[in-house]
């Protein structure tokens, strides 16, 4: 399976301010997927980044929120921007590479705590 | 749309005794079906998922689910608990025919009892 690298793997940021988060793949992959855990709460899709278009996102959340991008088919990057403490949760990224053998990888996570 | 109920917000089992977490989804072509794990300040690890064949799926750990389309269910076991295996567990399906979209269940946090 495709092994993930994430970064940075928590911060403590200020009230309105951004952070971009990154994710590495040791293999080239078609789709990545960054999804949120807020606190005592499940995964939600935020966006699905496909190389070379623009990321497609889910119902409740915004590229001015969260932009992506995705320069590559290893690389891709998440940005929490004009952050609020509601903002507050893991951001986890996740790839399919061999879909059918491997299922879903997912990268560590980045904790995010906004003061 | 696609969705995944897990009925149990907590499993206790003591160390040992066999373990079961419920799962059940609903999708509208066949499903792709997961199941995660997450221990405390880690990401998720892959247990096992179930596409087609046969009902009964082997994973990691000594974990395996069973397949049930008349019960749309997709429950976790295993026979023998251990206190290791303390986590919190995702069920998540996609549909196979439709976009490569995940959905989560909202967890079932497993404690085994010594």
């Known amino acids: 399976s495709a092994v993930i690298s994430q970064k940075p793997s928590r911060d403590i940021c200020q009230r309105g301010t951004s952070l971009t988060i990154q994710c590495q793949v040791d293999?080239?992959?078609?789709?990545m997927f960054w999804y949120r855990q807020q606190p005592g709460q499940s995964l939600t899709l935020i966006a699905t980044?496909?190389?070379?278009?623009?990321?497609?996102?889910e119902s409740g959340f915004v590229i001015d929120k969260f932009p992506i991008s995705r320069p590559n088919l290893t690389f891709s990057t998440l940005t929490v921007s004009n952050m609020s403490p509601e903002d507050s949760s893991i951001y986890l990224c996740?790839?399919?590479?061999?879909?059918?053998?491997?299922?879903?990888?997912f990268g560590s996570g980045t904790r995010l705590t906004v003061v | 749309a696609q969705s995944v109920a897990q009925p149990e917000d907590q499993v206790n089992v003591a160390e040992g005794n066999p373990l079961t977490v419920k799962c059940t989804y609903s999708?509208?072509?066949?499903?792709?079906l997961f199941w995660y794990v997450q221990y405390p300040n880690r990401g998720l690890q892959f247990l096992l998922k179930?596409?087609?064949?046969?009902?009964l799926v082997k994973g990691s750990y000594g974990f395996e689910a069973e397949f049930n389309k008349s019960q749309t269910s997709f429950h976790l076991k295993k026979p023998s608990a251990l206190v290791s295996d303390s986590a919190l567990y995702f069920c998540?399906?996609?549909?196979?025919?439709?976009?490569?979209?995940?959905?989560f269940g909202t967890g079932t946090k497993l404690q085994v009892i010594p």
């Open positions: 996740s790839v399919v590479y061999q879909e059918f053998f491997d299922g879903y990888t």
């Open positions: 293999s080239q992959v078609t789709m």
């Open positions: 980044a496909n190389q070379g278009s623009e990321a497609t996102y």
């Open positions: 999708v509208s072509g066949n499903p792709y």
């Open positions: 179930y596409i087609t064949g046969d009902n």
């Open positions: 998540a399906v996609r549909d196979l025919g439709g976009y490569q979209k995940v959905t």
